[in-house]
């Protein structure tokens, strides 16, 4: 019994805390590698480096998990991002211009919501859509330039809150709230139970396109936000920024244990795919190799990523229809 039940114990450990194992691995394999990988310099480098996709990661996790996705987190970013510096040289004020950039991301994610819940248009092809609207929309409003000389508005990307960058206050901020989200809020519960098993959920009189709606919107206000980081970081309000992001951001939030089928993550297992992300991007760079080679290599982890995902989950249903098998079984008689 009790050999059953440390086992039973290690397998529970392991699948909460394996991430960080990895995470703790990969530190200290990458400092072998590079003395000079886990120098301060370095490792707030690299946190300042990840913090907008960190952003996009924590808001694509609320969205999986939900049964969800944004494949136009990149582009509303761009949009965001330059509609917010725009308004910053018209006004010159950064709370105004700030806001702005908030808006804009979730006006997008609400048209994403209602695409997705009023037209039963698949996420997939809903935010395939808003990701070639939005990227036009910011090469429109530009004309495809760049709007430089954008003043204070660095300080979003480029300040400092101490001896912390503030891009990284903010991922931490971010963090911390979508940790509150899922683990302490109904609302976080509905998507847990809505990415699991929608039809049990909607029998359960969970509201399935009000919290889908909610979840995009919540995301709307992370992606306004990247954009903003994004841009300041930067020091230009480029149309064509954040290409490529939304992939990034659902690799970490997949490394990080989300399940690409719904119904399971958690935020501090996406900072930790997105600090893995990280980690293997400076170390490449440190390594010198080759920009094309680590793409090969990026594009590998997202397959791994999400075929170790199904294989999990169809372990996940073989144990559960086993454990009902063997509970449905009549108890033998005593002799």
Not at 135 to 141: Q, Y
Not at 302 to 312: F, K, P, S, T
Request: with cysteine; proline share 2%; aromatic share 10%.
């Amino acid at each position: 019994m009790t050999a059953v039940m440390s086992r039973e114990t290690w397998q529970k450990l392991k699948t909460r805390y394996s991430i960080y194992m990895v995470v703790i691995v990969m530190i200290i394999v990458c400092n072998a590698l590079n003395p000079n990988f886990l120098s301060t310099r370095n490792i707030s480098n690299i946190a300042a480096q990840i913090s907008v996709t960190t952003i996009l990661a924590f808001g694509e996790t609320l969205l999986v998990i939900c049964g969800l996705l944004d494949l136009s987190c990149g582009s509303v970013l761009a949009l965001a991002g330059v509609l917010s510096v725009y308004i910053f040289k018209e006004t010159g004020s950064m709370a105004v211009a700030f806001g702005a950039g908030l808006f804009f991301g979730v006006v997008c994610n609400y048209v994403n919501g209602i695409l997705v819940r009023y037209f039963s248009i698949p996420a997939f092809i809903a935010t395939l859509a808003m990701m070639t609207m939005a990227r036009g929309g910011a090469l429109l409003f530009t004309r495809g330039q760049n709007i430089y000389q954008i003043g204070d508005y660095v300080w979003f990307g480029q300040g400092q809150i101490g001896f912390i960058p503030v891009p990284v206050v903010f991922m931490v901020i971010i963090g911390i709230v979508t940790w509150y989200i899922l683990g302490h809020t109904r609302f976080g519960r509905s998507l847990y139970a809505v990415g699991g098993n929608e039809e049990a959920a909607r029998a359960s009189g969970i509201n399935i396109g009000r919290i889908k709606i909610q979840a995009y919107l919540i995301n709307g206000a992370f992606v306004g936000l990247a954009g903003i980081l994004l841009m300041s970081r930067t020091n230009v309000g480029a149309p064509n920024a954040g290409q490529g992001y939304e992939f990034e951001a659902l690799t970490a939030a997949i490394i990080g244990g989300t399940s690409f089928s719904g119904g399971l993550g958690t935020a501090g297992g996406t900072l930790a795919g997105a600090f893995i992300v990280g980690f293997l991007n400076n170390i490449m760079n440190l390594l010198g190799v080759d920009s094309y080679l680590q793409q090969v290599i990026k594009g590998a982890i997202i397959a791994l990523a999400v075929g170790y995902d199904m294989w999990a989950k169809v372990n996940r249903t073989k144990k559960s229809l086993g454990a009902v098998e063997l509970s449905s079984k009549p108890k033998e008689a005593k002799s």
